[in-house]
């Protein structure tokens, strides 16, 4: 079974930044990127999140816009697309609107978390255990075999990171935002990792865009065609 297209979904300061180290999530995007970003969702079998991203941002992860939900349901598809979680430890809250709003919800852990997770959401998630670490190639294995072949990551940093240093991402979307963070403590896109080619490898970029006064970026991280 094929593995789905991984397309990774940023945003991020000039300075390369996806928040400050404020309480409270910093608005990066536009409106208009933010409703570039829906369409893609909708254009997706899934969204996936990290545990870290759960707990900052509290998301729902939905499709809002009411022509493309009902789009994906004239064309026999949920009005949301499966939103996947990924979490080492299991220690997932329940009462985070992300179990509470949409279509199908998975949670991939590990051995160890697989009870944790179980036991804390309840009949909220299907749980899925990936061995003794976050294997990702095994679930993007697994993944295909429930027939997702457009998989949209949109963050954190943590699994970003993990992504792109096991050479299983294929496409980032970067949406620039004309601002400085500069702030020690705040999260980046990715944290130091040993990338596949590491800095000599240069990316494809396909294509600019402007989305209000926010610079979008699309970078192919394998050969075009």
Same mark, same amino acid.
């Given at each position: 079974?094929?593995?789905?297209?991984?397309?990774?979904?940023?945003?991020?300061?000039?300075?390369?930044?996806?928040?400050?180290?404020?309480?409270?999530?910093?608005?990066?995007?536009?409106?208009?990127?933010?409703?570039?970003?829906? &369409? =893609?969702?909708?254009? /997706? !079998?899934? %969204?996936?999140? *990290? #545990?870290?991203?759960?707990?900052?941002?509290?998301?729902?992860? $939905?499709?809002?816009?009411?022509?493309?939900?009902?789009?994906?349901?004239?064309?026999?598809?949920?009005?949301?697309?499966?939103?996947?979680?990924?979490?080492?430890?299991?220690?997932?809250?329940?009462?985070?609107?992300?179990?509470?709003?949409?279509?199908?919800?998975?949670?991939?852990?590990?051995?160890?978390?697989?009870?944790?997770?179980?036991? &804390? =959401?309840?009949?909220? /998630? !299907?749980? %899925?255990?990936? *061995? #003794?670490?976050?294997?990702?190639?095994?679930?993007?294995?697994? $993944?295909?075999?429930?027939?997702?072949?457009?998989?949209?990551?949109?963050?954190?940093?943590?699994?970003?990171?993990?992504?792109?240093?096991?050479?299983?991402?294929?496409?980032?979307?970067?949406?620039?935002?004309?601002?400085?963070?500069?702030?020690?403590?705040?999260?980046?896109?990715?944290?130091?990792?040993?990338?596949?080619?590491?800095?000599? &490898?240069?990316?494809?970029?396909?294509?600019?865009?402007?989305? *209000?006064?926010?610079?979008?970026?699309?970078?192919?991280?394998?050969?075009?065609?």
């Amino acid at each position: 079974m094929a593995r789905p297209h991984v397309l990774l979904s940023v945003a991020v300061s000039v300075d390369g930044f996806i928040d400050d180290a404020g309480p409270d999530v910093l608005p990066l995007s536009s409106a208009e990127d933010f409703d570039h970003v829906d &369409r =893609l969702r909708a254009e /997706s !079998d899934a %969204v996936l999140v *990290g #545990a870290g991203t759960l707990r900052s941002d509290n998301p729902r992860l $939905l499709v809002r816009d009411a022509a493309r939900r009902a789009a994906r349901r004239a064309s026999g598809l949920p009005e949301h697309p499966l939103k996947v979680a990924v979490s080492g430890s299991g220690d997932l809250d329940p009462a985070l609107r992300f179990w509470h709003h949409g279509d199908g919800k998975l949670v991939y852990t590990t051995e160890r978390g697989k009870g944790v997770a179980a036991a &804390r =959401l309840g009949g909220l /998630s !299907d749980v %899925v255990s990936l *061995g #003794a670490d976050l294997d990702l190639a095994r679930l993007l294995d697994d $993944l295909g075999g429930r027939g997702v072949r457009r998989l949209m990551v949109e963050g954190g940093e943590g699994v970003h990171t993990a992504f792109l240093a096991a050479g299983l991402a294929d496409e980032i979307r970067m949406a620039v935002a004309p601002v400085l963070i500069g702030q020690a403590g705040a999260p980046r896109f990715v944290r130091p990792a040993a990338f596949p080619g590491g800095p000599t &490898r240069r990316f494809h970029l396909a294509e600019v865009t402007r989305a *209000g006064d926010v610079a979008v970026l699309r970078y192919l991280l394998r050969p075009p065609g």
